[in-house]
C-alpha cells in the first residue's frame, strides 16, 4: 500500500459528507486501511503527532476511522450515540492542518457504536483526550473541520506559538 496525500485546510473535499461502508465493501477497503496506517505513521514520522485519521482525509469518501495509539482500532461507520453533557476546552490539532491548533469545546466522554473489519457490531466508551479525539475524527465524515468549531474568532494559534497553547 502507500502513503497518499493527505487533503489540507481549504481543500474542499474536506467539507463533503462521506457515505456509509456497505458490508460487501469491507473487503475492498482492507488496501485502504493500510494506506491510512502508513499515511498516519508517515505523519508522526514528519510531525512528532497524530493518532488517528479519517478516511476523508486520503480523499476516501466512506465513513471509516482509522486510530493507532495503543494498537490499531478500525472504526466502520461509527456513531456517537451517548454523549456527556460536561464539556471540556481543549486545543485541537488536525492533520490536515499540522501547522495550526484551534480552541474548542468537545464532549468530556462519548459512546461511539461501529462495526469492525469482520463487520462485527462494537461499542466503545471513551473519556477526556480520547473521547475528544473521536469526536474530531467522527467530524471529519461529515465535512466538519474543528476550524468550524473554534470557540470564537481568537481561537486560532500557531503550533511554533505554543506559549499561548494552554
Known amino acids: 500500500m502507500a502513503v497518499k496525500p493527505i487533503l489540507l485546510l481549504g481543500n474542499p473535499g474536506l467539507y463533503k459528507i ?5 458490508k460487501e465493501e469491507v473487503e475492498s477497503l482492507k488496501p485502504v486501511i493500510r ?4 499515511t498516519l505513521i ?4 514528519k510531525y512528532g503527532i497524530g493518532r488517528a485519521i479519517a478516511a476523508p482525509q486520503i480523499e476516501v469518501m466512506k465513513r471509516v476511522i482509522y486510530m493507532h495509539i495503543d494498537e490499531p482500532v478500525v472504526f466502520i461507520n461509527p456513531v456517537i450515540d451517548r454523549k456527556s453533557r460536561e464539556m471540556i476546552e481543549i486545543w485541537d490539532d488536525c492533520i490536515s492542518f499540522p501547522d495550526l491548533s484551534v480552541k474548542v469545546l468537545r464532549h468530556k466522554s462519548c459512546r461511539i457504536t461501529y462495526r469492525d473489519l469482520n463487520w462485527e457490531e462494537k461499542t466503545m466508551q471513551l ?5 475528544e479525539l473521536l469526536q474530531h475524527e467522527y467530524d471529519h ?3 466538519i473541520l474543528a476550524v468550524s468549531r473554534a470557540i470564537d474568532g481568537k481561537s486560532f494559534a500557531l503550533k511554533r506559538q505554543s506559549q499561548f497553547l494552554k
Request: charge should be negative; avoid cysteine.
Open 42 to 45: 508517515e505523519f508522526r514520522k
Open 18 to 22: 462521506s457515505e456509509p461502508v456497505k
Open 35 to 38: 494506506d491510512l496506517y502508513d
Open 127 to 131: 473519556e477526556d483526550d480520547l473521547a
Open 141 to 143: 465524515l461529515d465535512g
